[in-house]
């Protein structure tokens, strides 16, 4: 944990960062009239996939099955990964985009930094969470089906596709694969900002201001 802590560190001295997260959204074939919950702000079918990222841009939590309608921060939520953070698993900070809430083991954007310290915690932040938006990108350059659609017609085998092939980039991440970084659309939902934050969080953040950006 502390060497993925420092490789974290080196890309943009962000401090104890233990992996970016980020949500996807991979399109799939409509699904009737009991699809509609799988429609998301864009008006097309998809699965919204969380994922978090470590410093090689390989998958070490995907969350696979949520329909498109669901925002990033209800994924999150009601996931097994939020709940280790809270019982004390997991030592160190995600960071996220503004679509999550800041919460002690979650830090996201400033939106309006004031001072210097604010706006080099933003650019240390962003610079590193950038890392999973890279893996997002070569995912699906290596898997072009996620790019565009899966037309399976049973939804069980599309939430198979995708954890299988995430599984297949991280060994292709492993044996040294050539990286596919060529940009690519993103075919999800505009961002909603996240209005809720946390008191407890907040503390957190203001402290990080102080100690490794003032």
């Known amino acids: 944990m502390n060497d993925l802590k420092e ?18 959204h991979i399109r799939i074939i409509g699904l009737g009239e009991n699809g509609q919950r799988f429609i998301n702000r864009k008006g097309w079918s998809s699965i919204n996939v969380q994922a978090v990222s470590d410093s090689n841009r390989r ?3 995907i969350v696979a099955y949520w329909h ?34 800041c919460l002690p083991y979650l830090m996201t954007p400033l939106l309006n930094p004031g001072n210097a310290a604010e706006n080099k ?20 350059r290596r898997f072009p089906c996620l790019t565009y659609t899966l037309r399976f017609k049973k939804l069980q085998t ?8 995430a599984v297949l980039h991280n060994i292709a991440i492993s044996e040294r694969e050539p990286n596919l970084d060529d940009d690519i659309e993103d075919l999800q939902p505009q961002l909603q900002i996240n209005r809720v934050q946390n008191g407890r969080g907040n503390a957190v953040r203001r402290a990080l201001f102080q100690q490794y950006f003032a």
């Open 7 to 24: 490789r974290f560190f080196n890309i943009a001295g962000f401090p104890n960062c233990v992996g970016a997260i980020d949500c996807s």
């Open 59 to 61: 998958f070490v939590n």
């Open 68 to 101: 498109g309608s669901v925002h990033d921060s209800r994924i999150f939520d009601n996931s097994l990964m939020k709940q280790r953070f809270e019982d004390g698993e997991i030592d160190g900070f995600l960071i996220g985009d503004s679509g999550y809430p």
């Open 121 to 140: 915690y933003n650019h240390a932040l962003c610079s590193t969470r950038n890392i999973v938006e890279c893996m997002f990108g070569m995912w699906k």
């Open 158 to 165: 599309s939430l198979a596709v995708i954890v299988a092939t």
